[in-house]
C-alpha cells in the first residue's frame, strides 16, 4: 500500500506562485515515477508535469517556462513550483506515482492522491 498526501493549493492572484509537496508513505519498494496532473471543471484530467527516476523531467506544453517539478528521494517527495500563475491554471491538481511495494511483487503500479485545490482568481 502506497498513500500519496498532497498540499500547498489554495488562492492566489494572478501572477503569484504556489508551491505543491506531496509525500508518499507506505511499503514502497522504489518510486519510479512521481508527478503532477489537474483537472479542471468540466474537463479531463491531464498532465502537468513528471519526473522519472534517471530521466529528464517531463512538462505540458502549456506550463514550460513556468512550472518546475522536483524530487527529494530520500524523503519519498515530489514538489511543483508553480510560477506566473494564471486563472487557466485553476485547477484541483493530483500527485501520481508509480511504484513497487516491498510486500508485494515486483510489478509497478500506480497511485493516485486525493488531490489539492489551486484557484488563481483576483
Known amino acids: 500500500q502506497v498513500q500519496l498526501v498532497e498540499s500547498g493549493g489554495g488562492l492566489v492572484q494572478p501572477g503569484g506562485s504556489l508551491r505543491l509537496s506531496c509525500a508518499a508513505s507506505?511499503?514502497?519498494?522504489?518510486?519510479?515515477?512521481m508527478g503532477w496532473y489537474r483537472q479542471a471543471p468540466g474537463k479531463q484530467r491531464e498532465l502537468v508535469a513528471t519526473?522519472?527516476?534517471?530521466?529528464?523531467?517531463n512538462y505540458a506544453d502549456s506550463v514550460k517556462g513556468r512550472f518546475t517539478i522536483s524530487r527529494d528521494n530520500a524523503k519519498n517527495t515530489v514538489y511543483l513550483q508553480m510560477n506566473s500563475l494564471n486563472p487557466e491554471d485553476t485547477a484541483i491538481y493530483y500527485c501520481?506515482?508509480?511504484?513497487?511495494?516491498?510486500?508485494?511483487?515486483?510489478?509497478?503500479?500506480?497511485?493516485w492522491g486525493r488531490g489539492t485545490q489551486v484557484t488563481v482568481s483576483s
Open positions: 501520481y506515482a508509480a511504484a513497487r511495494t516491498s510486500g508485494g511483487d515486483s510489478v509497478l503500479y500506480g497511485y
Open positions: 507506505g511499503s514502497i519498494f522504489s518510486i519510479n515515477t
Open positions: 519526473a522519472t527516476s534517471g530521466g529528464s523531467p
